[in-house]
């Protein structure tokens, strides 16, 4: 009777928070529209008096810039380059626009700012907060405490030094110290980060080998040995490769996109209240406190034989894969696959290897604090998931399997990718569904040994779709409460399992028809896409 009457006390605070929360949020939602409507009026004002005064041009464009700027869902990426003063030789009716149109977005981000540093100090929504800063670089691109939250300082390349057009870029540390000093480096499109000076030589065929300038088909023939791979280093990830050169730079590039995307669009996940407001409260640019982490490890084989071989010893006899993250070295395996799918499985075991190494300290944490707690004689690593929702470890990374990059442009979640169409048939066509509160009481060793395995990891891509993308995102941030509870336990309630049922505020059986109604949605569009 005690316990049931604890546990009812628990989730009745838990609710009462979470309602104070979502009221939080849409009072600074609300104070975000007005910023936006206020600066849409003086910009249409501006746009008005170029007009009186003849400017039917200038009026056009300030209109358009009004429309981009205060439209909040759209937050393109800030642009690199530091913006120039408006030239004095410019006619000066032009000049005293540009000049207007200067100063209201740089008043309207900066109020955007202080109402940003107030949802995660005052409101503690970091989320919130993170989307404010990026409308804050909206509107000025040059804010130099907004790019400091973004972990981005001031460049100055002095190969530029006398281009009229240049004045300075905003990069990150790694790309600052990789393109300064004594022999600056080039992120070449085709051969990654190499010296400046090599990049004649590299273009002729030569390649760099022990100090000496050897064919590129004779490196080829030295990396074959995977001893002597080529190691392609960027920001954030190590691509060890025997294949060739440029295909492990296409795969660090292309991680690195995904990664600032997984970053930007869970940053619920990443950031903790207190790790952001770390980053706002750094006040010179360029003096980071946030260390450049080590690169995540990628193994990237010439052959499937080459990655069997390697495999052995980490996945049990018998099991097939196509790629695979080890948590115990925390390297990422993969391999040239004809069939194509080898950046599909890439972003899959990538998203694993993200999340579990952005998060290791916390669920360190947490098994000293269940140590204490259950009286346990030593502490006892924290397995996620091991009694529950295991299936939304890869049903996220089965998710952002269909993550796409096309011609710059990224997709993500669209109906008809494989992954989702498997998911509508197995509901749809075959019948199959677990209801939601029983596929969340499964843990890692239920789920991984359960007789339809195939069936689960289907239903788990599906649901993860479901609540990222029904009634336009509703329970995304649920979603990504639900990951961090996992990956980053509440250490004030270690031996409490979390539950969708709880953070989404919604009953299971609803959730079900929910689920059903997105899929045949779903089933659709996506016949409609063929």
């Known amino acids: 009777m005690v316990l049931c009457l604890l546990l009812w006390l628990t989730s009745t605070v838990a609710a009462q928070l979470d ?45 358009a810039i009004s429309l981009e700027l205060t439209t909040t869902s759209l937050r393109p990426q800030p642009p690199s380059l530091v913006q120039l003063p408006v030239s ?34 005052k409101a503690k929504l970091p989320s919130l907060a993170y989307e404010l800063v990026l409308d804050v670089l909206k509107l000025a691109p040059d804010h130099k405490y907004a790019r400091a939250v973004l972990g981005q300082r001031l460049f100055n390349d002095r190969t530029r030094a006398d281009d009229p057009t240049y004045a300075g870029e905003w990069v990150s540390p790694f790309e600052a110290s990789k393109r300064s000093g004594s022999r600056p480096e080039v992120n070449h499109p085709k051969f990654g980060w190499i010296p400046a000076s090599h990049v004649p030589r590299f273009e002729q065929g030569l390649r760099y080998w022990n100090g000496n300038w050897v064919s590129e088909q004779k490196e080829a023939e030295l990396r074959r040995d995977f001893s002597n791979a080529w190691d392609i280093q960027s920001e954030h990830f190590l691509v060890r490769t025997n294949a060739s050169r440029e295909e492990g730079v296409e795969i660090s590039q292309k991680l690195e996109i995904f990664h600032d995307w997984l970053q930007t669009n869970f940053v619920g996940f990443f950031e903790t209240p207190a790790a952001l407001k770390a980053r706002f409260e750094q006040l010179r640019v360029g003096r980071s406190s946030r260390r450049m982490a080590k690169p995540m490890v990628v193994h990237y084989y010439a052959s499937r034989d080459e990655y069997d071989r390697r495999m052995r010893g980490k996945i049990p006899p018998g099991i097939v894969t196509n790629g695979f993250y080890w948590e115990q070295d925390k390297t ?54 091991e009694h529950s929702n295991f299936w939304m470890l890869e049903g996220i990374a089965c998710y952002v399997e269909s993550f796409e990059i ?30 939601l509160q029983v596929l969340s009481s499964m843990g890692k060793d239920e789920f991984q040994h359960h007789v339809n395995r195939p069936q689960l990891y289907s239903q788990g891509s599906g649901v993860a779709h479901f609540l990222l993308h029904y009634d336009d995102g509703s329970y995304r941030d649920a979603f990504v409460k639900l990951l961090s509870a996992a990956y980053r336990p509440d250490l004030r309630r270690v031996t409490e399992e979390p539950s969708l049922e709880r953070m989404t505020g919604v009953r299971f059986a609803v959730l079900d028809q929910q689920y059903r109604e997105h899929m045949e949605n779903l089933a659709t569009r996506a016949a409609a896409a063929q």
Not at 333 to 362: C, K, M, V, W
Not at 406 to 419: A, K, M, T
């Open 332 to 385: 990422c395996y993969l391999f040239r696959n004809p069939d194509g799918s080898g950046l599909s499985t890439a972003f899959h075991e990538a998203t694993h290897q993200i999340f579990d190494l952005a998060t290791l300290e916390d669920r360190l944490s947490a098994a000293r604090k269940r140590k204490i707690e259950l009286r346990q004689p030593r502490v006892v690593p924290w397995v996620m998931c």
């Open 406 to 435: 096309n011609e710059g442009v990224i997709s993500v979640g669209r109906p008809d990718y494989i992954r989702f169409v498997a998911a509508q048939q197995r509901l749809l066509r075959d019948n199959f569904y677990v209801p």
């Open 88 to 121: 004095n030789q410019l006619p000066s009716e032009e000049q005293l626009w540009r000049n207007r149109l200067h100063s209201i977005r740089q008043d309207k981000a900066q109020e955007l700012y202080i109402l940003a540093r107030s949802a995660l100090s």
């Open 19 to 63: 309602a104070r929360t979502d009221w939080r949020r849409e009072q600074f939602q609300k104070q975000r529209q007005k910023l936006m409507l206020n600066c849409r009026h003086e910009l249409s004002e501006l746009s008005r008096q170029c007009h009186e005064q003849g400017l039917s041009q200038a009026a056009q464009d300030v209109t």
